[in-house]
Antibody, heavy 123, light 105 residues
């Protein structure tokens, strides 16, 4: 079955960087968009952006442009999301989720989701 | 702040119908998707393309999207349905989420 497995929890100090990984299985990795979404305590879901693992194209939410980078490694069916210059309000659970087939454009459902990675930013 | 507006909380007695709304200007030009999220778990898709149920989602879940308001309806609500519910739409090539609604049964 389609599955996304993420890397483990991280604790970082303000100003540091973090990279979260998302390993896909059960489908052709380059065939679908991968999105990243975060969920901060007491807040709603917040979309960060997507990557097309076939072409390498990316689209970031306005808030995340310039300090979030999404990459991928086709050889191990893994997507990565790296954030720099972390602040305390970046503390959240970060999810990867599979999007639409790349041949159809990005706009469609997000399904399934990875189990989530808690990133805690604290001095 | 979210571009899609949801009530922060909705309460319903077991066996009755729960209705959760999602409002926003984007809804007129986009399909709506709904996700259920229980504590400590990732979101699960329960409605896509306004009113379609993925395999494995009970028939008591239904959806609609008219004008600028989308609605998730849970008929015969059960205690297992207690969760946060998030609506989602598209604005060009970007995803937008509502603020989420906590459903208490």
């Amino acid at each position: 079955q389609v599955q996304l497995v993420q890397s483990g929890a991280e604790v970082k100090k303000p100003g540091a960087s973090v990279r979260v990984s998302c390993k896909a299985s059960g489908y052709t990795f380059t065939g679908h968009y991968i999105h990243w979404v975060r969920h901060a305590p007491g807040q709603g879901l917040e979309w960060m952006g997507w990557i097309n693992p076939h072409s390498g194209a990316t689209d970031y939410g306005r808030k995340f442009q310039g300090w979030v980078i999404m990459t991928w490694d086709t050889s191990i069916s893994t997507a990565y999301m790296q954030m720099s210059r972390l602040k305390s309000d970046d503390t959240a659970v970060y999810y990867c989720t599979r999007g639409n087939p790349v041949v159809s454009g990005p706009a469609d459902r997000l399904d399934p989701w990875g189990q989530g990675t808690l990133v805690t930013v604290s001095s | 702040s979210s571009e899609l507006s949801q009530p922060p909380s909705v309460s319903v007695f077991p066996g009755l119908t729960a209705t959760i709304t999602c409002s926003g200007d984007k809804l007129g030009a986009s399909h709506v998707f709904w996700y259920q999220q229980k504590p400590g778990q990732p979101p699960v898709l329960v409605i896509y393309d306004d009113d379609k149920r993925p395999l494995g989602i009970p028939e008591r879940f239904s959806g609609s999207n008219y004008g600028k308001t989308a609605t998730l309806t849970i008929s015969g609500t059960q205690s297992v349905d207690e969760a946060d519910y998030h609506c989602q739409a598209w604005d060009s090539s970007s995803v937008v989420f509502g603020g989420g609604t906590k459903l208490t049964v």
